[in-house]
């Protein structure tokens, strides 16, 4: 069983920057794929970033990619979302997540993810 625990989130100002983290335990055939999205209140759930594959190919959303990164640190188990620039837009419930397929599309987001965290909530104040 996949375990995936956030932490990272937090209160910020528009314009201000976090760092979110994701640790992953449990068998590595259950986190081929591996994301972060996020959930607005009130809102469909979204997809961020995306690792796609065991060779780093990353996929990040459109509507974030300027100002958002993603990165996995293979020894630590670890997914990180770096958030910059960061706008009340941006306030949400977010989300690691991890998949057993594998995906050769370039957004891996759009597969099925079997596994999830607790959630981390990040708040961006105007």
């Known amino acids: 069983q996949v375990q995936l625990v956030e932490s990272g989130g937090g209160s910020v100002q528009a314009g201000g920057s976090l760092r979110l983290s994701c640790v992953a335990s449990?068998?590595?055939?259950?986190?081929?794929?591996l994301g972060w999205f996020r959930q607005a209140p009130g809102k469909e759930r979204e997809g961020v970033a995306g690792v796609c594959s065991s060779g780093g190919r990353t996929y990040v959303a459109d509507s974030v990619r300027d100002r958002f990164s993603i990165s996995h640190d293979i020894a630590l188990n670890t997914l990180y979302l770096d958030m910059y620039n960061l706008k009340p837009a941006d306030t949400a419930m977010y989300y690691c997540?991890?998949?057993?397929?594998?995906?050769?599309?370039?957004?891996?987001?759009?597969?099925?993810?079997?596994?999830w965290g607790q959630g981390t909530q990040v708040t961006v104040s105007s």
């Open positions: 997540a991890a998949s057993v397929r594998r995906w050769a599309a370039p957004n891996c987001l759009e597969a099925d993810f079997d596994y």
């Open positions: 449990g068998p590595s055939n259950g986190r081929n794929l």
